[in-house]
Nanobody, 114 residues
Framework: QVQLVESGGGLVQSGGSLRLSCAAS????????MSWYRQAPGKERELVAG????????NYADSVKGRFTISRDNAKNTLYLQMNSLKPEDTAVYYC???????WGQGTQVTVSS
């Protein structure tokens, strides 16, 4: 059974950092393209960052480029999102997603205060 469990969110001041984790089970993270999405109140869910299977080429939304880093730990079968220089507009629920499967985790709330 495919399962994704996000964690690591919280309340942080503008300019601060957080690292989100996405623990995967039921499949091997390194075998599939993986992504982080976010959804702010009243807005559509948007793609934040992605990492390809295998070699792990990364890509980012323009709004987070240079501030966020997506990575994975194959031994732990976990996806990460390191978020630095956080801004109030980064406030959202963050979700991880495997390109192969349609399921979503419960998400983790990130709130950045000004």
């Amino acid at each position: 059974q495919v399962q994704l469990v996000e964690s690591g969110g919280g309340l942080v001041q503008s300019g601060g950092s957080l690292r989100l984790s996405c623990a995967a089970s039921g499949f091997t993270v390194s075998n599939y393209a993986m992504s982080w999405y976010r959804q702010a109140p009243g807005k559509e869910r948007e793609l934040v960052a992605g990492i390809t299977r295998g070699s792990g080429v990364t890509n980012y939304a323009d709004s987070v480029k240079g501030r966020f880093t997506i990575s994975r730990d194959n031994a732990k079968n976990t996806l990460y999102l390191q978020m630095n220089s956080l801004k109030p507009e980064d406030t959202a629920v963050y979700y991880c997603k495997c390109a192969r499967f349609g399921s979503w985790g419960q998400g983790t709330q990130v709130t950045v205060s000004s």
